[in-house]
Each structure stands twice: as C-alpha cells, then as structure tokens.
C-alpha cells in the first residue's frame, strides 16, 4: 500500500514536470517567431543605375541588374522576396561577357544604427557566376567598421533560381538573424568589375520596414451634422504602434465644388505633433449626405548607404531613400457628412436669449443664497432695528384695519 503510494507520487511529479517543460518550450517557441505579414510589394523606378565608382546616375546597365519591384511577405520563420525585372536574358548570353552579378539584401535587425556597419547587421546574397553556371548563396553578419563574418557556410546550387526569365528568388530563415521582432530590409543588384559592359553597376530598392508599419487616421466622431451655408472644425490624429516618426502629408482631394477644405497644418513631422484640424466650409444648394474620404502619404526622410555595405572593398558613397508604400496607411478614413437646412434668421438671436436665460438662472442661486446669508448676518448683529422694522408693519395693518372698519360702519 505504501510502495504503491510513492509510485503515484513519482508518476505525477514526472507528468507534471514534462507538461511544464513542454509549455517552457512552446513559449519559448512563440516569442522567437518574428512577427507574420502577407504579401506587400514596393516599386523601383527603370534604368536607375548607380555607377559604384563614382557614386553618379547611369542610365547604362544590363535588365538583369535592373529591379522592376520586389513582391515579399514572411511566415515568421522566413522572409521570401521576389526580385522582379523586364528581362534576365543576359545571364546567359555570351554577347555581354557576363563574369558575376550579386542579387542581396541588406538587413538592419534591430533598428539601430549604431550596430553594424551604419546600421547593418546583416547581408544576404545570392550570386550567379556565367563562368560555373551555378548560384551561391551567403549570409554574412557585419561589424561596425564593415568587417564581415560568415553565418552560415556558403551553399552552392547548380538548379537556377530564375523563373520564367523574370524572376530572382531570394529566401532568409529568419533564425539565422535571431528572429528580430522589427527590422528593415534595403534590396539590390549590381554586376562586377570584370564585366565588358557598364561593370560595377548597381541598382538599389530603398529601405523596406519589416513588419509593415500602419498608420490610422482617427477622429471622435465620423458623422457630422452641419447645414448648406456652414464651416465645421474637426480634429484628425494620426495613430501607430510601430514605433516610427515619419512624415504624414494630408491629400488635398475635393471631389465636390459646393465644399472648401483646409488642413492646418498639412504636413505633420510626428516628431513633433501628430494630428491636424480639418475645416470644412459648405455652400450647398440642397440638403444631401455625402462622403469625405481623408487620405494621406506617409514618407520617411532620406537616408544614406554606403557602397562599401553592398560591394566590399570599395570606397564609394551613394544614396538610398527610406519610404514606405501607400499601403502604410491601412485604409483611408471616410468621414460622412449630413447637410441640412440652415437655420431660420432669428434662430441666432434666440439662441442668444436662451444662452443669456441659462446665464441669469446659472447665477440666481448663488445671488439669491449671498442675500439670505447677508440679511441673516445683519439681522444677528442688529436685531432692534428688525423689531422696530416688524413693529411699524404691524401699526401699519392695524390702522389700515381700523380704516376699512370705520368705512364698512359708514357704509351701513
């Protein structure tokens, strides 16, 4: 009976202890997955080369180092992107004596630029080299003065990673960068220098925030009630939780021409303040309900790259922009309005005689409280001239009394 007692005992503490090392493990499961998104894409402009000697615009460069756009989304666990272009044919065309083109990404995992070479912590590439027919792919963590070190070992692929000739795939398990909660990713492609034609020449894709950050546009109340001839104020914020300051610029759309609208201010830096008043200024000719979408652009300021982030052992500055897509802004507000009459002309000056009236009655009370306290004070300190006030009233109605009798006997 004992021995089966502590058997018990052992086969519960044994359970208990693998159910809670179980939920340990799951948590720990949870939180290192980075944060979901579905697919998103961003454009980039054509023929919008960067020469990587001198950091100068060039409009010469092969179509597969030039980005179309480039379509990502991630799981959690992965970050897929999909490298667009008009045309990969030259990768394998003897013509353009291709050596190596190198299609990256830059990764700065904590948004922090005092880690990693201005920020970067991380750089993803895949390279094509004409002159094995084989793609490699490297994950590299970088140090504050651009020194690289391998994440993983290079991994050689002989299948092609082009679809449909205009398509580069690139894939990041997001566990070789510690699954970083928010992070921004900067795309490329650039050719080397023992290319005959346009060498080093490199397109970049600007910074893309991972998740994609969204911004709403609130107010307290959507419907508002105004009439034909009528100017209304509203306040319009500008809310997010992703942390960012960018700049927020209000769209002047009027689809109507019987409405005025005005933002002050139009262009919010959320540094500083995060929402602006919208006046809307009627002359309708009939009563109707209308809808006023409210839309605007969100847009980050200009941030640098250096060339030596992307192509090692080159000295060389170029410039990269930070900006998110419209579809930062999830949906743009829609604020309904309802017109209706004006008013009468005396409306305005009732409305005056009714506030005025609120106004008396707001201060009868406190008056008619200050004079029964006054006259109460008064009547404690001088209470013989009460006496001889009460004492005339009283020899008043007597006599008035006397005179109505007197009268009424000499009626009779």
Do not use: C
């Amino acid at each position: 009976m004992f021995s089966s007692w502590y058997y018990f005992l052992f086969i519960f503490i044994l359970i208990f202890g693998l159910t809670y090392l179980f939920f340990l493990t799951t948590n720990h499961l949870v939180w290192a997955i980075s944060k979901p998104f579905n697919f998103k894409e961003v454009q980039d402009g054509e023929r919008d080369w960067i020469r990587v000697i001198d950091g100068q615009p060039n409009r010469n460069g092969i179509n597969a180092t030039d980005i179309s756009s480039v379509k990502y989304n991630s799981d959690g666990n992965v970050l897929d992107a999909t490298l667009w272009f008009s045309s990969l044919g030259e990768l394998n065309q003897s013509k353009y004596k291709i050596h190596t083109i190198v299609y990256g990404m830059l990764i700065d995992s904590d948004l922090d630029s005092s880690t990693g070479k201005d920020g970067i912590d991380y750089l993803v590439e895949l390279k094509w080299s004409n002159a094995t027919n084989t793609w490699t792919e490297e994950i590299n963590e970088m140090s504050a003065n651009g020194f690289t070190s391998l994440v993983s070992s290079p991994v050689t692929h002989n299948e092609s990673y082009i679809k449909n000739g205009h398509v580069v795939k690139l894939s990041l398990n997001l566990s070789k960068i510690s699954h970083p909660e928010k992070y921004k990713v900067f795309f490329y492609a650039y050719n080397s220098n023992k290319d005959n034609f346009a060498p080093w020449t490199l397109d970049l894709v600007r910074w893309i925030y991972i998740p994609p950050p969204e911004f709403r546009l609130v107010t307290d109340d959507p419907v508002i009630n105004t009439s034909q001839h009528n100017k209304e104020i509203i306040e319009i914020r500008v809310e997010t939780d992703s942390g960012l300051e960018p700049k927020v610029r209000f769209e002047q759309e009027n689809r109507y021409n019987y409405l005025d609208t005005k933002y002050e201010p139009s262009v919010l830096n959320m540094t500083d303040e995060d929402k602006t008043e919208l006046t809307i200024t009627t002359d309708s000719p009939d009563i109707r309900k209308i809808t006023i979408p409210i839309k605007a652009r969100i847009s980050f300021p200009t941030q640098y790259l250096d060339a030596h982030s992307v192509i090692r052992n080159q000295a060389t500055n170029v410039s990269g922009y930070a900006i998110v897509s419209q579809n930062s802004l999830t949906e743009p507000l829609n604020l309904r309005l309802k017109i209706s009459e004006d008013p009468p002309v005396w409306e305005p000056l009732s409305e005056f005689w009714s506030a005025l009236s609120e106004f008396f009655n707001f201060i009868y009370t406190p008056i008619a409280a200050f004079v029964a306290w006054f006259v109460g004070i008064y009547m404690a300190k001088h209470p013989e001239k009460f006496k001889k006030i009460i004492l005339r009233k009283n020899k008043g109605k007597k006599s008035r009394g006397k005179n109505t009798d007197a009268a009424s006997a000499g009626l009779s």
